[in-house]
DNA sequence: TCGCCATTTATTGTCGACAATCACTGTTAA
DNA sequence: TTAACAGTGATTGTCGACAATAAATGGCGA
């Protein structure tokens, strides 16, 4: 029922309650159960994770500051909901930083690597073929955090691991659901390109792959959308 | 004495307590008026600006997630010490994202803009030769945030606005004290370039000013600095 | 004199309760 | 019927106290 689980933690590996909290709103948000504006309640979330409420608030503000999330004041954390400047903005981001780390793969991509992302590339389309949408954005996600751990630049990669996940939010709210995100396989040759390590073709990939995927957005629909519980329930077709 | 002021709230603007704490501690890091390492307790900070331990908690939490100061659990919050890894690819990171930057800014720098970096690196200059340290670092910083700003892309400005704040760290670990870091004049020329509205060259200066920032590093010297109490009183050079 | 260990002290982490603020419900009046 | 309003409930923000942990001190023994 709750999209949020407390992402099992089996028997061992007490984590601190702060991680948890976050590790699972993180996968809940870049998985689409989570959809933009949902109200995180402190209450709801020390209950859900069994843990006091000042724990729920660290990790709060932690997510806020990665801009997942947004603090209104005495009104409560909701997930955040990009506008269209800021969808804008966060693909230009994306391009530079995808680029940069595209070009600084190439030397660093080993046989396990390549092989490892043409496993994940068939799960994707396996995941996509049977209608699973987490896995199936979880797994997009993964190829590209893939691409930024072969880089081996870590602070590149932290942005763009927060700049995935603003995608993934900027997706639910203006993207196309029909028409699936990454529905053609923009990440086969992606993978071939970096195997030959031609890095113009590579490049030029990963920039087309994120240009095709911001054409894809319709800021009309998303724009007057209040997220109330009424939106939910009827599934008219708008207004 | 303290390194930390609480940003003086003149009289109106009560803004949250939180703010004016995140900003004077990003402002002392900014002006190396707080070393790397150095430890930033809470009852200090609540004591300083005369509020609840809970807000200097969530200031600090949020700048942890900046990686502006590091959180170790059951010992406190520190002022972050990069790694010269760190270091390396946080350039590289500026590389990538200031080049994009100083490319978008090329169409919306207006004449004022241009006057206003112009006289902003006058201003940087004299206090260079006036031996104002914390002021330099701060106009030079400021530089860079204002072709960000000019080029009008709040998520890579704000990416730049920590990627600098890790730099002034960086260049405190590692930077030479007596060749100034931007003691060349690199940021006449840009202005030039952003003005002519020369892409390719703006691009390779940009490039150039942060590659010589960055083989002014010495990665020898700052990384066995434990930042104790001797090595403050104790003005050798170093074993 | 040096090294190791128990004690003390300071700091962080946790907790529950209360106050402040906001959203919502039901009421009243035009 | 609609709009504005007061009351009510729930949620966030704040506070002080206590517990848990780590660092610093001092004492003990070799």
């Known amino acids: 029922m709750n999209p949020i689980t407390p992402a099992d933690q089996t028997v061992a590996e007490p984590r601190a309650p702060e991680e948890t909290i976050t590790a699972s709103i993180l996968s809940a948000v870049a998985e ?32 806020a500051a990665q801009h997942v999330i947004e603090i209104r004041p005495h009104r409560g954390a909701f997930v955040a909901t990009p506008s269209p400047r800021e969808a804008r903005e966060v693909f230009e981001a994306r391009r530079t930083v995808e680029r940069t780390l595209a070009r600084l793969a190439i030397p660093h991509a080993g046989a396990a690597d390549i092989a490892q992302m043409r496993a994940m590339i068939a799960e994707e389309a396996e995941a996509r073929a049977g209608g699973d949408k987490p896995a199936e954005l979880r797994l997009s996600r993964a190829f590209h955090m893939k691409i930024a751990e072969i880089a081996g630049n870590g602070v590149l990669g932290q942005f763009l691991a927060e700049l995935t996940l603003r995608t993934t939010l900027i997706l639910g709210l203006y993207g196309d ?10 990440h086969g040759p992606i993978v071939d390109a970096l195997e030959a390590g031609e890095e113009a ?14 054409a894809g957005l319709d ?3 998303g724009a007057s959308r209040p997220m109330t519980l009424a939106e939910q329930l009827s599934p008219g077709t708008g207004i």
């Open 32 to 63: 689409h159960r989570l959809p933009a504006g949902t109200k995180l309640g402190e209450q709801a979330l020390s209950d859900l994770f069994s843990c006091h409420r000042s724990n729920v608030r660290r990790a709060l503000t932690s997510l």
């Open 201 to 214: 073709r590579l490049v030029a990939l990963v920039d087309e792959h994120l240009a095709h995927l911001e």
């Open 219 to 221: 800021f009309e629909r």
């Open 177 to 186: 659901a029909s028409a699936s995100s990454c529905a053609r396989d923009d």
